[in-house]
């Protein structure tokens, strides 16, 4: 089984930072991607970020967050982090962390485990 717990959320006021972090554990071997994704009530969970575990340069963003949002992992401490800068009251969501099942997709459908979430509010 895996398992992913997600920390780091809280209140922010507009502009400020946080850092989520995504602790995996159990049978993490062969980990093709990680990612996050984020929802609102009423809305469908969107997807944020991604990143090839075998490959620390490899990245991708939605456009709604590229340029202030970076995701990065360690590998050694089996964690995958995303770092939000110039925060916005409309990234005010529950955020996810998720494993791939396999390969590397920006596909919902592609993450199979998944956190239990944390909530990041951005004050305007």
């Known amino acids: 089984q895996v398992q992913l717990v997600e920390s780091g959320g809280g209140l922010v006021q507009a502009g400020g930072s946080l850092r989520l972090s995504c602790a995996l554990s159990?049978?993490?071997?062969?980990?093709?991607?990680m990612a996050w994704f984020r929802q609102t009530p009423g809305k469908e969970r969107e997807f944020v970020a991604a990143?090839?575990?075998?490959?620390?340069?490899?990245?991708f963003y939605a456009n709604s967050v590229k340029g202030r949002f970076t995701i990065s992992r360690d590998n050694a401490k089996n964690t995958a982090y995303l770092q939000m800068n110039s925060l916005k009251p409309e990234d005010t969501a529950v955020y996810y962390c998720?494993?791939?099942?396999?390969?590397?997709?920006?596909?919902?459908?592609?993450?199979?485990?998944w956190g239990q979430g944390t909530q990041v509010t951005v004050s305007s």
């Open positions: 990143i090839i575990w075998s490959d620390v340069g490899s990245a």
């Open positions: 159990g049978r993490t071997v062969n980990t093709d991607a």
């Open positions: 998720a494993r791939s099942v396999r390969g590397f997709s920006l596909l919902e459908s592609n993450y199979g485990y």
